[in-house]
């Protein structure tokens, strides 16, 4: 893991950052409590090829076995639990690659995920999660946290072929459940000045959480953003399908995080 930022937290904040994760380790930081400036031609854009994944054994395996069902030694007649395809769990024939996911938000704003091909790329993918930045915090630190994004299909029409062009992560709009509870709507957007520059202080980290220097503008003197980042397996079970499973650190037993993007 290359070495990342030093985090910008005090002894008081500490507590509310993203804890699930080792923190970064700590390198130098803006002295200032304001957002540094962004840097031009920092990130590069993202791969426009698709390149065919290709699994090693590790990876493989680990998709299988997390299909297996789950038996106990009281029961004669184990029975197999049916899967819903487009919650369901990773199949090692479906199309799988690793990614970087980042979630940040101010701790009195709503948290946001993004998705990176490499940490040194533009964000794929930009999308701002209905749930507060403190109660995510509070999810996460109970354990599993699985969050289903849904959006509807569109009537056929043979006259308009627009959805069958449409990739399930540019739908603009999801219904957004948290552990089965429904808490809002999920709104993708395009990446703003902020999110760059979130983007660009953590281009050295590879995996790491903490609390990053805020816009003292908008939320005050002692404003500031909680980040976690990690590596996510991308699965893509379908055109109507695709699930981001987190990968912990080796010998981390930290929470199990997964967010399934489904069209129904």
Known sequence: MKESPKPMATSSSSSSSFSSIPPSSPSSSPATTTTPPRQNNLLEPPSSKKKKNKSNVFRVLRTVFRSFPIFTTS?????????????????PHHNTSRV???LFGYRKGR?????????????SLVVELAMQTTTFQKELSMGMVRIALETEKQ?????????????????????????????????RREANDEDLSVMELLRPVS?????????????????????MRAYFERVVGSKDSETFYMLSPEGNNGPELSFFFVRV
């Open 155 to 187: 009537p056929n029409n043979n006259n308009n072929k627009t959805e069958k062009n449409t990739n399930i992560l540019d739908e603009p709009l999801w219904t957004m459940y948290c552990k089965g509870d429904k808490t809002g709507y999920g709104v």
């Open 207 to 227: 995996m790491g959480a903490g609390v990053l220097p805020g816009n003292s503008e908008l939320e005050g003197p002692d404003g500031e953003m909680a980040y």
């Open 75 to 91: 029961s004669i007649a184990c029975k197999i639990p049916v899967i819903n395809p487009g919650l369901g769990v990773a199949d």
């Open 100 to 102: 970087t996911g980042t």
């Open 111 to 123: 948290v946001s995920l993004s998705i990176q091909e490499t940490p040194k790329c533009l964000p």
